[in-house]
């Protein structure tokens, strides 16, 4: 019986045992099927993923955690001259770096990757290999397998080369003057804010001198237009050989008209220069088809001050001291002085004082409403519902009054601001009246300067908006390229504040000003409004055409809206929808309408 026993024993831990066995083996043999099914898994999902990344543009790099490469497609094959089976287990750093383009540091892309679960477009350089500064943008996105506990890293990298290029082209075409290739009025405008900053912080001595022709007029009437663009481009070689192109700054700001900034010199020595200059101009014979014309110049001196404020000022000092010299016969320079009564006689500005006070008291002034159409056929067809808020000026006779009158002399005697507030008041308070919401209306408003420099000035906006209880959503406001980078955080913080509430922007002449699409950039604007000196040419000028065409190019890459302003016939039109335009904006739409009949059209 004990042997019985003893057997059963046995019996009993033998098949605890094997029991004991068996389950080892399914649970190994659970684990591999489980660690094969995990590793095919990860295989099909990396398959997946290798199959959706070989035909795209952008170069795609898959790295695990520590950086090690597990896959590139083909696009970074190229750029990195490396083949998936030599890249795939090195280190990515082995095989490129990107490179931060202003403080040329490497870029941690993957640490911080790691810390953000946002993938963010950035700008960088790319080094590899066999290539060195590559302009690209890039992103990280994490990557997670089926069964991996730690996620892989998709570094995107676009090559932007060709687009720096262009942005590179369309600067140089924006900053200068295509005829002569000097600084353009806009780059000079800007030269002249730096100057009047450092002569009222430092007492820098710089002067300004404005030279016009005299005999321009007389040359294209009769030689030709030829002809006049040759004078204009012989006159700039002249000139470039009389400065000292290492301080002084010469720019063509108009058809016959040119600038000098003397800079960090005294005014006499710079007299003295300008007027080596008139003797020059006075002893040149323009010799054109056996033709020959004298040529002299009328020059307008400003030593800069103080009290001179802006560059716009000392443009409009400078053009009234040379009419001043051109109504003497021409031939002189004539220097400005702070009350100049000569200049004030024949500014002609100071008349409009009283009567831009007088037009807003008794409020002689009216709003209009201008479309901005969609231009593709669908949308072409539809009824209006964007429009630009223009301001018409009426005299006692109620005969409408140019703005090119009125708008110059409320700058000039910084009137703008009180113009301003009228007009958002006025349109505040006719928009009322809209009760249409599906489309809602929008109408965009003009900005100065001016007044987004006034402290108090947002604070009335945002009042006016919360006084007339209507939908924000229905203002757009416009500002110019010059104003926005006259000022680059107030404009960002004005923009950003008025658009949290629901309005948009437009940024206004886009195209005439310094280094636009690095603004741009900065600028969290809606729309992109071409400047019209480029679309009324567009029919006939090719550069005007690739402007117009690389405008729209970037502008929807940075996710705006661009409108061409000047729109004057069905030919315009079609040159516009085949470019891509989206909206355009002219009498080849609509004229300006009143105000009040716009509002009357979206009133259910």
């Not at 730096?194 to 007492?203: K, N, P, S």
Request: proline share 4%.
């Amino acid at each position: 019986m004990a042997d019985f026993v003893d057997f059963a024993s046995h019996t009993v831990i033998l098949g605890g045992l094997l029991t004991f066995g068996i389950a080892a083996a399914l649970a190994w043999w659970w684990f591999v099927v489980r660690r094969q099914s995990n590793t095919q898994l990860h295989l099909a999902q990396q398959n997946m993923l290798v199959s959706s990344l070989s035909d795209v543009q952008e170069s795609a790099v898959l790295v695990d955690s520590n950086g090690v490469v597990d896959f590139v497609n083909p696009a970074a094959e190229r750029i990195l001259n490396y083949k998936l089976r030599s890249a795939r287990g090195k280190h990515y750093g082995e095989l490129f770096t990107l490179v931060d383009p202003l403080t040329r540091n490497p870029v941690s892309w993957l640490d911080t990757a790691k810390s953000n679960d946002r993938p963010l477009l950035r700008y960088a350089l790319l080094n590899t290999t066999s290539l060195n500064d590559i302009q690209v943008t890039y992103t990280v996105q994490p990557v997670l397998f089926e069964g991996n506990d730690k996620p892989c890293y998709m570094l995107l990298i676009r090559d932007q080369t060709e687009l720096h290029a262009m942005q590179l082209r369309l600067d140089h075409v924006e900053t200068h003057d295509q005829q002569t290739l000097l600084l353009n009025r806009k780059s000079f405008e800007l030269r002249l804010k730096v100057a009047i900053d450092q002569v009222r912080q430092h007492g820098v001595k710089h002067s300004f001198c404005l030279i016009s022709m005299d005999q321009f007029k007389l040359v294209n009437d009769a030689m030709g237009h030829t002809a006049g663009d040759a004078l204009i481009e012989r006159i700039s070689r002249m000139l470039k050989e009389e400065i000292d192109a290492r301080r002084d700054v010469l720019a063509r700001l108009g058809g016959d008209e040119f600038g000098i900034l003397f800079q960090e010199i005294e005014p006499s020595v710079a007299i003295r220069a300008a007027e080596q200059i008139r003797i020059k101009l006075e002893q040149y014979d323009f010799d054109w088809n056996k033709m020959r014309q004298k040529v002299t110049a009328s020059i307008a001196f400003v030593p800069l001050y103080k009290g001179l404020k802006t560059p716009n000022r000392i443009l409009a000092e400078a053009d009234a001291a040379c009419r001043v010299a051109k109504a003497k016969g021409g031939n002189r320079i004539h220097i400005f002085k702070p009350n100049d009564q000569e200049v004030t006689k024949h500014r002609g500005n100071m008349v409009w004082i009283g009567r831009l006070k007088k037009a807003i008291d008794a409020s002689n002034f009216k709003l209009v409403a201008q479309p901005i159409h969609p231009l593709n056929p669908v949308g072409f067809k539809k009824p209006f519902c964007h429009y630009e808020v223009l301001i018409r000026l009426y005299d006692e006779s109620n005969q409408p009054v140019s703005p090119d009158e009125f708008i110059p002399a409320a700058e000039y005697y910084s009137m703008m601001p009180r113009l301003d507030r009228w007009v958002v008041r006025k349109l505040l308070q006719t928009l009322r009246e809209v009760t249409q919401k599906v489309p809602r209306p929008v109408f965009a408003v003009n900005l100065s300067g001016q007044s987004l420099d006034e402290p108090d000035f947002l604070k009335f906006v945002l009042e006016e908006i919360q006084a007339a209880e209507i939908s924000p959503a229905m203002l757009c406001f416009e500002i110019t390229e010059r104003v926005a980078i006259h000022n680059l955080e107030l404009a960002q913080h004005f923009i950003q504040t008025l658009k949290n509430l629901g309005c948009s922007f437009s940024l206004d002449d886009f195209g005439t000003g310094v280094s636009s699409f690095g603004y741009l950039k900065s600028l969290p604007v809606d729309y992109l409004k071409i400047d019209g000196s480029f679309i009324k040419d567009i029919a006939h000028d090719d550069v005007a055409h690739a402007m117009v065409q690389s405008v729209n190019q970037v502008g929807h890459l940075m996710g705006l809206q661009v409108i061409a302003e000047y729109v004057e016939n069905e030919r315009v039109i079609q040159i516009l929808r085949e470019i891509g335009v989206d909206y355009g904006q002219g009498y080849g739409i609509s004229k300006p309408i009143p105000l009040e009949e716009a509002v009357r059209n979206h009133m259910s």
